[in-house]
């Protein structure tokens, strides 16, 4: 298969690749593309280290597809706790193993950091992705629901 999966900082030579798959999930997702404001964006994010990223690269093409994640405290346990932010595989790399593989390096790394958990969230109705992460052993959470204030911008 060929896929290489590969750590991307906010200074590296992955960037731009990092910065095109992102732009493109974006608009994938309803947005309008922007590039020049997804590159600030993610440099920021990667350069506070708020955010880390990866892209999957298969052996005739440079990127394929990319995850991003959080590293959050575990509070009442003095710990932490990683959770997957952003998955996303270029529609016609589907089904070659990248988005399992993106999802398996997170994990690695987030047990290695000592993590208790890997968390992450999707929409009920995507199934591609319930199905992969089910077949990843991730599980529903009883007796947590997902609640949020939206904040608008003030004047």
Same mark, same amino acid.
């Given at each position: 298969m060929g896929l290489t999966i590969t750590r991307v900082d906010a200074d590296g030579p992955e960037f731009s690749a990092l910065v095109d798959? +992102?732009?493109e999930y974006r608009v994938h997702?309803?947005?309008t593309s922007d590039p020049g404001r997804t590159a600030a964006w993610l440099a920021d994010q990667l350069g506070s280290g708020q955010l880390r990223a990866c892209t999957a690269a298969l052996a005739d093409h440079p990127a394929v597809g990319f995850i991003t994640s959080a590293v959050l405290p575990a509070s009442l346990r003095l710990a932490t706790f990683w959770l997957v932010r952003d998955l996303f595989v270029r529609p016609a790399h589907r089904g070659a193993g990248a988005a399992r593989a993106l999802? /398996?390096?997170v994990t690695t790394e987030a047990r290695a950091a000592g993590a208790l958990r890997l968390s992450l969230q999707t929409e009920l109705d995507n199934f591609p992705a319930l199905a992969l992460y089910s077949a990843? /052993? +991730?599980r529903p959470v009883d007796g947590?629901?997902?609640l949020s204030l939206p904040l608008p911008a003030q004047p």
């Open positions: 798959l +992102f732009d997702y309803g947005e999802l /398996g390096h990843a /052993g +991730f947590l629901t997902s």
